[in-house]
């Protein structure tokens, strides 16, 4: 029986959401399984991933061959490694402590540029706000600008319009005052 390190999807449509499982070559991707090893959630930025270091390297010993995308999922958390150094144990290159020293060093890298990636994403989340906030602030100020011109012009309209009235009024006063004036000599 062969054995393959693999993916086994679960989630919504649209929402993808992994098992990373060793199941027998021959049964379907979301079939009968021998072991679930981890979850991997691509929705989430960076990728969630949580994977059993040790039984993934268990299965790999054993003979199991990931599939492509494993392979880079299991390469990603340490456990091609792992089985790397085991190797290397099992040979008797190195010490079990030198192993576990190689890989706690290993690890503690990875975190540390996971975390300066996580990092870098927040920040540009952060910038891009702000950048919008600029923006809506500048087209406001545009727009009170624009609408402040308007209510000046308003404003003299209506005393344009006042002005006018006056100045009918004592037109048509003096009109009236003349037409009296004139029926007044006849």
Same mark, same amino acid.
């Given at each position: 029986?062969?054995?393959?390190?693999?993916?086994?999807?679960?989630?919504?449509?649209?929402?993808?959401?992994y098992w990373i499982i060793a199941a027998d070559a021959r /049964?379907?991707?979301?079939?009968?399984?021998?072991?679930?090893?981890?979850?991997?959630?691509?929705?989430?930025?960076?990728?969630?991933?949580?994977?059993?270091?040790? /039984?993934?390297?268990?299965?790999?010993?054993?003979?199991?061959?990931?599939?492509?995308?494993?392979?880079?999922?299991? /390469?990603?958390?340490?456990?091609?490694?792992?089985?790397?150094?085991?190797?290397?144990v099992r040979k008797g290159a190195l010490t079990e402590e030198q192993a576990e020293a190689k890989f706690t060093a290993?690890?503690?890298?990875?975190?540390?540029?996971?975390?300066?990636?996580?990092?870098?994403?927040?920040?540009?989340?952060?910038?891009?706000?702000?950048?919008?906030?600029?923006?809506?602030?500048?087209?406001?100020?545009?727009?009170?600008?624009?609408?402040?011109?308007?209510?000046?012009?308003?404003?003299?309209?209506?005393?344009?319009?006042?002005?006018?009235?006056?100045?009918?009024?004592?037109?048509?006063? %003096?009109?009236?005052?003349?037409?009296?004036? /004139?029926?007044? %000599?006849?």
């Amino acid at each position: 029986m062969s054995v393959k390190i693999r993916l086994q999807r679960h989630g919504k449509k649209g929402k993808p959401y992994y098992w990373i499982i060793a199941a027998d070559a021959r /049964s379907k991707r979301d079939g009968k399984y021998l072991e679930k090893i981890g979850a991997y959630n691509p929705n989430t930025n960076p990728a969630t991933i949580e994977l059993d270091v040790d /039984s993934a390297v268990k299965w790999l010993q054993n003979g199991a061959q990931p599939t492509d995308t494993a392979k880079a999922i299991l /390469s990603y958390k340490g456990a091609l490694l792992k089985n790397h150094l085991a190797g290397g144990v099992r040979k008797g290159a190195l010490t079990e402590e030198q192993a576990e020293a190689k890989f706690t060093a290993w690890l503690e890298e990875k975190a540390g540029k996971v975390g300066a990636k996580a990092e870098g994403l927040a920040k540009a989340d952060a910038d891009a706000k702000a950048k919008a906030l600029e923006a809506e602030k500048a087209v406001n100020e545009a727009r009170v600008a624009a609408a402040a011109p308007v209510e000046d012009a308003t404003e003299e309209a209506v005393e344009a319009e006042t002005t006018t009235e006056e100045v009918v009024e004592e037109t048509t006063e %003096e009109a009236a005052n003349a037409k009296e004036a /004139s029926n007044e %000599e006849e």
